[in-house]
């Protein structure tokens, strides 16, 4: 395990692997997790590559495995998952994994086809029963309506024509047909007026809804349909009919002529539903069988299936000497590693029993190495935080170990309130209790699974709230006298002019703290709960939280800037620490740490019986830069003089730090002192190349290489220009940046004062009312009172104001905090790791269709 205030020490290695044992030693490394791979064949083609008919074979038992668990799925069979993930299969046992998965899909497809057929032939016979109930009926209907006696008309009206019996158009020689069937209900509409159109009035359609909706077999999806007779005269009219039923994809069958051929049906019909429900049910039994054999290896399977692929993929990245018989590989790791790695591949090689044993071999590179961060699942969560930043340069400082801290803190300066604090640290505590549950920790929701990754940051958070909830006194916008206050109206009355008169006279009063025994002494923690019924308690919390936030802010930037130096001592840029560090340093405390000195001197030197003598800081901080010092009445004896003195320091920082490193390189660069090659690995990778070339003057002059006319004809041209630019960007940035950032500070102020109104605005508008009724009206509305509090304290004031405070913590961190030392230039180590395969249950590739 290596420090988390720095990233791990890099090296790149060149892994030897024989062609019989290369699968084994790729699988032993995924399984620790130990190295990245290098694209050794970055312009061959992934279809070109020599692996690519074994991942082919991958991705043909993907797709079995796919169709296994949606079939698996559709059955609601559970799929176990187990407690040790299975190692990846021998090459020998692939075949017996697909032979299996092969003989699985076939039988399955098989049994699911002949369910369908089943489905779909019971679906059409009871389609056919219901249209002969139904169609029955309206035989009967017009039976009844037909006259007694025949009608003679010269043109016989269609609609006193029976269907049954004779009709004047039978007499005419026409010959009456009927075609029956089902229909969807949307189409019934258009249906019927494009026969009407195309018959010309020669048809009769008889139509009635089904009360029971039918089930589709293949998309399970319940259609409302319904079912048409219709009688019609001629042949070419039912060859009409006939035609656009098919247009409108309608369900025809045969209509039967008389009630006795009607009751053999309806028989024939019962008798053979009854069978296929029969048939039905074994072959469902049998396919839940098969699927519940099949769900025992399943997840075993995909697993090895997604590990063989894995290895496979990365042996396409190696190359191949040329006797083809050795594979070679180039992996960044680490240097603390290397004895694992040497051993991963000599158990490779003794599984697979390969006679020459797979070796690795350390080479120089010029290339920046990856950036890896050791973490635990407390430490993870911060990390993550400050790499959405940017993913910290090779062997940079982290500051990830000090937001452990720093982010929690100034989170609860912004949202300090103990019962808010005690609700997010209960809900964190929770998730710590199941976050072994396999049902919340792979939950799918997104929001949620960031909630949980973010556990302990919450966890944190909840007991920096109550802390400084507790420095507040301020629990749900309510003070806790747990000491007793500090302020005895008492003394007024004994000691000083008030009166029982007094009460009477005036709606507000004043406590006078220079009275004896008005004022107790300071609160033991804290605020003191009086002041929560003081008319003045917002002017006093404003004037203590906005002196706090700038207190806090220069602290927090003064501690980034010190940080800076940790990164100058390691990678050997000494000169940084005067020209650079010394400089930025001066300037800040000159300015802003003098405002901070003030705003504690004035604290100490003025108490309450000379506190109307106390000036204002901030009038005396801007009379400092317009030299107006003797205009006012001064803090403290030779204030002028030593505010001259540090604005002289501080604006003659501001041309050491403009131009002290240009110059400094330019007579590094004139005096052609040894720019020679740092041996292994450079420590500075994203920097300029007056700063490369510095480290190798450093390491020369400590004796790594010697300089030769050799390296000076390859090192870099020096072009003052541009570092004089870059110089200028930085110094103005730093400079300004000091003002704004100590400004940005004074969010804490704001937001910490928004967070106690709106507490204290919820509490009165909501819970005080309930709990001036009555006690009999109090006793029914309480408890929904109740709730509607906690809901909106929830929503308004965890969840949205949470949310504000949380960004601007962050932003806090990201542009006051880690500019000051950190550039966040790196690229992150992504080693050769099965547990980073995402889970087989929640890949669309396998879940899709």
Known sequence: MGSPFRSEEMCLAQLFLQSGSAYDCISELGELALVEFRDLNPTVSSFQRKFVGEIKRCEEMERILGYLLREIRKANIPV?????RPLAPQPRHVLEIREQLQRLEVELREVATNKEKLQKNLLELTEYTHMLKVTHTFVKRNAEREPLGPQYEEFPSLEKDSVTGYTSMQRLGAKLGFISGLIPRVKVEAFERLLWRVC???????????????KDP????????????????????????????QSYHCHLYPHPESDEERCDVMESLATRIQDLHTVLSRTEEYLRQVLNKASESVYTWAIQVQKMKAIYHTLNMCSFDVTNKCLIAEVWCPVSALTTLRGALEEGSRKSGAVVPSFVNRIPCSETPPTLLHTNKFTSGFQNIVDAYGVGSYREVNPAPYTVITF???????????GHGAVMTVFALWMLVQEKSPTVKCHRNEIWRILFEGRYIILMMGFFSMYTGLIYNDCFSKSLNIFGSSWSVRAMFTQGPWMNKTLHTNSLLTLDPNITGVFGGPYPVGIDPIWNLASNRLTFLNSYKMKMSIILGVCHMTFGVILGVFNHIYFRRKFALFLLFLPELLFLLCLFGYLVFMVVYKWLAFSARDSWLAPSILVHFISMFLMQGQALEPLYPGQTGLQVFLLLVAFLSIPVLLLGKPLYLYWLHQGDRSLGVYRGYERVRRGSEDDMSVMRDHDAEEGGVHSDPASRETQPEFDLGEVVLHQSIHTMEYCLGCISNSASYLRLWALSLAHAQLSEVLWSMVMRPALRLDSGTATFLLVPVLGVFATLTVTILLLMEGLSAFLHALRLHWVEFQNKFYSGAGIKFVPFSFSLLPSVLEQDSFLSD
């Open 200 to 214: 010309k009035g020669y048809m009769i359609l008889s139509c009635s809804e089904m009360e029971d909706s039918l």
């Open 408 to 418: 929690p803190f100034l989170f609860a300066v912004m949202f300090g309130d103990m």
């Open 80 to 84: 176990p998952e187990a407690e040790v």
């Open 218 to 245: 293949v998309t399970g999806e319940s259609t409302e349909t319904v079912v048409f007779l219709i009688s019609f005269w001629g042949d070419q009219i039912g060859q009409k009919v006939q035609k656009i039923c």
